[in-house]
């Protein structure tokens, strides 16, 4: 018999009946560059399953109509619609006895994977009884809703465990990481990988023959899951957990530990309610409505870059010539030749190119995971000492010292050699591009990329307009950051731009709180107890007292603040982790901090201290139009600094805190420690005080 979907009309699905008797279901959502998991989707696949029960075909195969990958998962704008109007509960509920009825199919179903499946798109395979995926570097599997501050709820939390064992199984969902298709075929998330091009008949093949798992990878679905396992791996997971995130801050990851450890024995009914009741508690916080509004920050910065950003070279910039090859310059232009460039790097002296080319080799080896493509990528990155590149680059990057007449010097020799269309720019940190515009040719293509370090890790670029630069090239500068893989974020060339400006009185209020005798190790617990993601004494630190105090130099005019003796006494040698020796000591990378004698306490205003002039500062940046709202703001404080995620970004944690507040308390430290805590001008702004959504 095969199944008949006559009168049957849909918008989001396709349905092919093969010669062999397999049903090949399409998903195609409508009006959608890729697919995603509406309500509307999921109504119809219910439907599409309902046919098929009534009528089994021989095999059930469920593929992408698109190209460029399977499934995202949910559609997250609907899920936020749905949580506003309170009805998460109907959509985890839906989803999930969508999925059920697919997995009581009386007939082989097969999920057959190419690109991106992630979230839903994964629970949905899961429901599958078998899993093929293609074996193209584009195929990635994951379930990543712990970074949306909730779980999988369509059944991801109660089947995985059971199909690869419950240690991999919650690595996976506890991390949100994503796996390559031979990767999920050793884990036993998919039953076979195989080329593209074969994809569909190799899953209406497996439907057909069906196949066997491992007699290990069933005995671990089994045995890791039994109660004694479970109340063994439980609090293992939930210290491991809790060494990069406070249950407080981050409640998912335990909430899914927990979820399990209770009802991982139980019958997949019982895990399934358990699942969506946790869920649907978990999509109601804080946390998890700042996480999804960061997704679409995200997805917001990247359509900054245009839709030609991605394409790997960017067209009109093939050549990236830089100019300093420091620790900066060395990885921007290393990175760079990672993603697809050709890149051209010079300094004054041939030794600081080789050990930059050196940091560049452990780049690609860390990359390049196949090592046959190292040498084309690292063939990329050619030294370059008499700057014969300049010539023909399309993008010159300067990265030298901090001095705005250095880099003036530099620019005026550099320019004229320069093509007509090449751009020219800046990695200062702080200095005004109009100090540096001077005498330069033309302005209207002279601009600021202030990348972050350590560039491979930080996501953040900022890209500093000045007023003669040309809206081509802010479009064309994002554009080329977006090929990097960064987040563009357009501020104005003032000094210290967005994040530095924001940092750097949070970092200065620590020092002076270090000058007076507060520990360090008492002050960076109090950042990270905020959510920071290192405190500020070791984060000077990292970056450098050299580089910290440059920028002092650079900034404290400008805002009104003194830089402390901690900062200003910066030696040779002892320069921070760089020299094994800053405001700690440092050894294998690690801070050394003192120990604290039991009975100190702790000042109780230590923690407004530290984050009310980020927040003050936050909102005098606003106010400056140092960036074009307050959703950018956030977007490049969070990405830029690490400020704690789950808070939503400085603007956001003013909103939810209450703006007037948070100026009652700048308002005490003022009478307590000084006028450096007074209210900066724009906390008057009607944006602090928006609902929150």
């Known amino acids: 018999m095969t199944a008949s979907f006559d009168g049957l009309r849909f918008s989001h699905w396709r349905t092919q009946t093969r010669p062999d008797g397999v049903v090949v279901l ?15 989707v999921l109504i119809e696949l ?9 009528d089994p075909p021989r095999g059930v195969v469920i593929a992408s109509g698109k190209a460029n990958g399977f499934i995202a998962g949910a559609d997250l704008k609907e899920f936020q619609e749905y949580d506003r109007k309170g009805t998460v509960n109907d959509a985890i509920r839906r989803g999930q006895a969508t999925f059920q009825k697919l997995a009581e199919l009386p007939c082989p179903t097969v999920a057959a994977i190419h690109g991106f499946c992630m979230g839903g798109g994964t629970e949905l395979s899961l429901a599958c009884r078998y899993r093929l995926a293609s074996n193209d570097d584009s195929t990635r ?12 709820g369509w ?16 690595d996976l969902m506890l991390t949100g990481r994503t796996v390559s298709a031979s990767a999920a075929r050793a884990l036993g998330l998919v039953d076979k990988v195989v080329d593209k091009a074969v994809l569909i008949e190799s899953a209406a093949a497996l439907a057909l023959k069906g196949a066997v798992r491992p007699f290990k990878q069933r005995a671990m679905g089994w045995l890791t899951n039994t109660l004694p396992a ?40 019982a895990r399934l309610e358990a699942e969506r009741r946790a869920v649907v508690k978990l999509a109601a916080t804080p946390t998890a409505r700042n996480l999804i509004r960061i997704f679409f920050l995200t997805e917001r910065l990247k359509g900054l870059g245009g839709k030609d950003g991605g394409g790997m070279p960017l067209p009109g910039i093939r050549h990236v010539h830089v100019i300093g090859a420091g620790v900066m310059g060395g990885d921007i232009a290393a990175w760079s030749a990672y993603r697809g460039f050709e890149v051209t790097l010079q300094d004054r002296e041939q030794r600081y190119i080789d050990h930059a080319l050196t940091r560049a080799q452990a780049l690609f080896e860390k990359k390049v995971r196949d090592p046959a493509r190292r040498p084309a990528v690292a063939a990329r990155l050619k030294s370059d000492l008499a700057g014969a590149g300049v010539e023909s680059a399309d993008l010159l990057i300067e990265a030298i010292i901090e001095d705005p007449e250095a880099k003036r010097e530099l620019y005026a020799a550099v320019e004229p050699r320069l093509k007509p269309d090449a751009l020219l720019t800046t990695n200062t940190s702080s200095i005004p591009l109009a100090e540096l515009r001077t005498h330069i040719a033309r302005p209207a293509q002279f601009g600021g990329l202030h990348y972050f370090n350590p560039v491979a890790m930080m996501p953040l670029v900022e890209v500093v307009h000045h007023d003669g630069m040309s809206a081509e090239t802010g479009q064309r500068l994002a554009a080329f950051c977006k090929a990097l893989d960064k987040y563009p974020v357009p501020v104005a060339g003032t000094p210290g731009f967005l994040v530095n400006r924001v940092l750097f009185p949070y970092l200065l209020e620590a020092a002076t709180a270090y000058a007076e005798g ?29 580089v910290a105090a440059g920028v002092g130099k650079e900034l404290s005019p400008f805002l009104g603040l003194q830089v402390p003796a901690a900062l200003a006494a910066v030696t040779p040698d002892s320069r921070g982790r760089k020299d094994g020796q800053g405001l700690y000591k440092w050894e294998n990378g690690k801070a050394v901090k003192p120990e604290v004698p039991k009975d100190y306490q702790a000042p109780a205003d230590l923690e407004d201290r530290l984050i009310l002039p980020l927040l003050n500062e936050a909102v005098a940046c606003l106010h400056d139009d140092v960036v074009a709202d307050a959703d950018l703001l956030d977007a490049g404080v969070i990405f830029g600094t690490g400020f704690a995620p789950f808070r939503g970004g400085p603007i956001q944690h003013i909103r939810a805190t209450g703006a007037d507040a948070l100026i009652e308390r700048l308002r005490t430290l003022q009478a307590r420690h000084g006028d450096r805590f007074a209210p900066r001008p724009g906390w008057d702004n009607p944006v602090l005080r928006e609902p929150i959504a």
């Open 155 to 170: 059944g991801g939390s109660a089947r995985l465990p059971r199909l690869i064992g419950a240690p991999a199984a919650m």
């Open 518 to 546: 507060i520990p360090g190790a008492v002050i960076d617990k109090a950042a990270v107890k905020f959510g920071m993601p290192m405190g500020p004494i070791e984060l000077i630190d990292t970056v450098g007292l050299d």
């Open 141 to 152: 599997i994951g379930l990543p809703e712990t970074k949306l501050g909730i779980f999988p």
């Open 26 to 40: 399409h998903l195609d959502r409508a009006h959608a560059s890729v697919n995603s998991f509406s309500q509307d």
């Open 46 to 54: 219910g439907e599409l399953v309902e046919r098929l029960a009534i």
């Open 230 to 269: 479970r109340k063994l791996l439980a609090p293992q997971m939930t210290r491991q957990v809790a060494r990069k995130a406070r249950k407080e801050h981050y409640p998912a990851p335990y909430a899914l530990i927990d979820t399990w450890e209770r009802f991982g024995g139980k019958d997949i009914n």
